[in-house]
């Protein structure tokens, strides 16, 4: 069971830090992205999107409307993306892993 909870932590982790990039390098772009002007987007309107874009992205589901526009932000999706994939190989790797252990041992 403490497995999940690394596993939890890991992509809580994730989460954060991608969005925490994502307004740091793509703040200028959020009123375009939001459709107001860059005074009235306010800094929970920002972190609200950013953790949206951020699962969305890691989850792989990828609904598409909201998108970086400059090219780190882009760099910092494709490593987001890819992350994410990782995550999920790993996680089912240690399955398969104890699985096999247990049915070794018997």
């Given at each position: 069971m403490?497995?999940?909870?690394?596993?939890?932590?890991?992509?809580?982790?994730?989460?954060?830090?991608?969005?925490?990039?994502?307004?740091?390098?793509?703040y200028d772009n959020f009123s375009e992205s939001m459709g107001k002007p860059l005074e009235g987007v306010t800094i929970i309107d920002v972190i609200i999107q950013t953790l949206w874009?951020?699962?969305?992205?890691?989850?792989?589901?990828?609904?598409?409307?909201?998108?970086p526009m400059s090219n780190l932000g882009k760099l910092i999706a494709m490593d987001c993306?890819?992350?994410?994939?990782?995550?999920?190989?790993?996680?089912?790797?240690?399955?398969?892993?104890?699985y096999t252990r247990t049915s070794n041992n018997s």
């Open positions: 403490t497995k999940i909870y690394k596993y939890m932590a890991y992509v809580l982790g994730l989460i954060l830090i991608s969005a925490a990039l994502i307004i740091i390098f793509e874009w951020s699962v969305v992205t890691i989850t792989a589901v990828g609904y598409g409307d909201v998108t993306m890819l992350a994410g994939y990782a995550l999920k190989l790993y996680i089912l790797i240690d399955i398969f892993g104890h």
